[in-house]
């Protein structure tokens, strides 16, 4: 005898089970082909993201090896597309070659999350956003150069640079989490989000933010060695916050507010279930004294480049931890609350 089909044998019309299974079956396709394109933004996006890090290091070696003005004219070099072989003409040209790979590469972003509907609709506004700020990183670049290396300039460069790295690497997440979902959170379905902790990480990564900006302000400025000494200024602890000296008292005052922020986000994730944000949070803690060693040395070597250079890569490099601290523990599963029923009597 033949079994009947296990739908119909609940009652169910054969009409209505093939109309469930194309359902079925489409529902399957549209996410398979939107995990792709997901999969291909976030590759791009990471792209991206890398590019500009590498972008921001290389101009902090641009401001302490005094290459700014090393080409005079702008978008060429010297008149040429490939200048001569000089030590300051070559990494201001390598700065400028490698702000036109990231362009590229940003616009290629953009062409893919504008091709798909999906994609578009989650991803639009960021890559919108990330193609404004590269519109007045262009700009600010062409102004520090026929601007003369105003200090204003070069730390308004500094901190575009920075909003677009950061929005570049959200960028990359949300494309990542959408391409393999729930990646990274088994068994964690049953835990609660800490509630201080997303505020916290979202203050922290605000600082960051404005310590390296900061620290950019004090580099053009060359208020590095304003103060000559640490932990105090010419031998005062607290000297009067005028001039360079006090400039570079206020990017030290942020930094120990750094370190107290980031061993607050320590000792915050200590009983939260998710390894990941522990993890992330120490080695957070880690590059913070890390920035505060190369900050001191900085000082006392006279910013030699090379330390410069550490030093802004240590700083963005947290920045992309504390990014992606606060994204992972903003869209952590958060557990559906529980219905109490009354005993039966």
């Not at 940003?106 to 519109?135: D, E, K, Q």
Request: glycine content about 8%.
């Amino acid at each position: 005898m033949k079994r009947p089909p296990a739908r119909e044998s609940r009652g169910l019309p054969a009409s209505s089970v093939l109309e469930r299974s194309a359902t079925a079956a489409f529902s399957e396709e549209v996410p398979l082909t939107s995990t792709r394109a997901y999969a291909v933004a976030a590759r791009l996006g990471l792209a991206t993201a890398l590019a500009m890090y590498g972008l921001i290091v290389l101009g902090s070696v641009v401001r302490t090896t005094g290459s700014g003005l090393a080409c005079p004219d702008w978008p060429l070099c010297e008149g040429r597309n490939i200048p001569r072989f000089e030590l300051h003409v070559m990494v201001e040209w390598l700065h400028r070659t490698l702000a036109l790979l990231v362009s590229l590469l940003l616009a290629s972003t953009s062409a893919w999350v504008g091709f798909h509907r999906t994609v578009r609709s989650r991803l639009g506004g960021l890559v919108a956003l990330a193609l404004i700020l590269l519109a007045a990183q262009v700009l600010l670049g062409a102004l520090t150069v026929w601007k003369l290396l105003s200090p204003s300039m070069v730390s308004s460069h500094l901190a575009v640079g920075l909003l677009l790295f950061a929005t570049m690497l959200t960028v990359t997440l949300i494309a990542e989490s959408h391409a393999a979902p729930d990646t990274g959170y088994e068994g964690l379905e049953a835990q609660r989000r800490p509630t201080m902790l997303m505020p916290l990480f979202g203050a922290v990564t605000a600082l960051v933010y404005l310590q390296s900006v900061l620290g950019g302000m004090v580099s053009a400025s060359h208020a590095g060695l304003a103060c000559p000494d640490w932990p105090t200024c010419f031998g005062r602890w607290f000297p009067r916050l005028e001039g360079l000296a006090g400039l570079q008292m206020l990017h030290r005052y942020g930094a120990y507010a750094l370190v107290g922020g980031v061993f607050a986000s320590v000792i915050a994730t200590r009983m939260v279930p998710d390894g990941a944000v522990r993890a992330g949070a120490r080695l957070a803690f880690a590059l913070t004294l890390s920035q505060v060693i190369l900050g001191v040395s900085n000082v006392l070597l006279g910013t030699p480049p090379w330390v410069s250079a550490l030093h802004i890569a240590t700083a963005a490099a947290l920045l992309a931890t504390m990014v992606t601290l606060t994204y992972r523990v903003a869209t952590a599963p958060v557990p559906a609350p529980r219905l109490i029923t009354a005993p039966a009597s």
